[in-house]
T-cell receptor
């Protein structure tokens, strides 16, 4: 069965650069969530989209933005990268009453 | 590949009673960690309890305890004296000793009836 696809799997960027992470949800899932998990930390909720509209906003820095496109894939754009942005970023998609499916994540390293 | 399965999309329990949420996993690794996370409506992931596979003793955190059956690859969460604030989505997750990444179950929605 198709899963949530995230790309790239790994990304290395320098400080002050920009990164774009992509998430392709399960077909027909109507909600996408983004989480950030730093080393040894619990996942932090960043933002979610329902039917291409932002539905909830968590602890997403102003340097980050996200959107969901007409084909339901979502992109997390991160600018002016800082060393502290190094983390695993994963997304999940869901359809009401059918549970969540998590992607395998993008590991971002800022050097 | 490792997998985590939560077979109960939704559970309900009367306030003050006990409820058990099921989780099974599949792995070929010998050292790993298992977690239960609570996701309230705020969408934050709150760590409820963690179990190291090499420890035979079941982890306990106040009203929360696990029944860890390593041979059966089962990791259920028991919530005693359920409170209204326990209502949330609960996710079971796994991470291998060699893999920093978390593998998640689909979640169980817990409803507390007053």
């Amino acid at each position: 069965a198709a899963g949530v696809i995230q790309s790239p799997r790994h990304l290395i960027k320098e400080k002050r650069e920009t990164a774009t992470l992509k998430c392709y949800p399960i077909p027909r899932h109507d909600t996408v969530y983004w989480y950030q998990q730093g080393p040894g930390q619990d996942p932090q909720f960043l933002i979610s989209f329902y039917e291409k509209m932002q539905s909830d906003k968590g602890s997403i820095p102003d340097r980050f933005s996200a959107q969901q496109f007409s084909d339901y894939h979502s992109e997390l754009n991160m600018s002016s990268l800082e060393l502290g942005d190094s983390a695993l970023y994963f997304c999940a998609s869901s359809l009401v009453a059918y549970g969540y499916t998590f992607g395998s994540g993008t590991r971002l390293t800022v050097v | 590949a490792q997998t985590v399965t939560q077979s109960q999309p939704e559970m309900s329990v009367q306030e003050a009673e006990t409820v058990t949420l099921s989780c099974t996993y599949d792995t070929s690794e010998s050292d790993y960690y298992l977690f239960w996370y609570k996701q309230p409506p705020s969408r934050q992931m709150i760590l409820v309890i963690r179990q190291e596979a090499y420890k035979q003793q079941n982890a306990t955190e106040n009203r929360f305890s696990v029944n860890f059956q390593k041979a059966a690859k089962s990791f259920s969460l028991k919530i005693s004296d359920s409170q209204l604030g326990d209502a949330a989505m609960y996710f079971c997750a796994y991470t291998g000793d060699s893999n920093y990444q978390l593998i998640w179950g689909a979640g169980t929605k817990l409803i507390i009836k007053p």
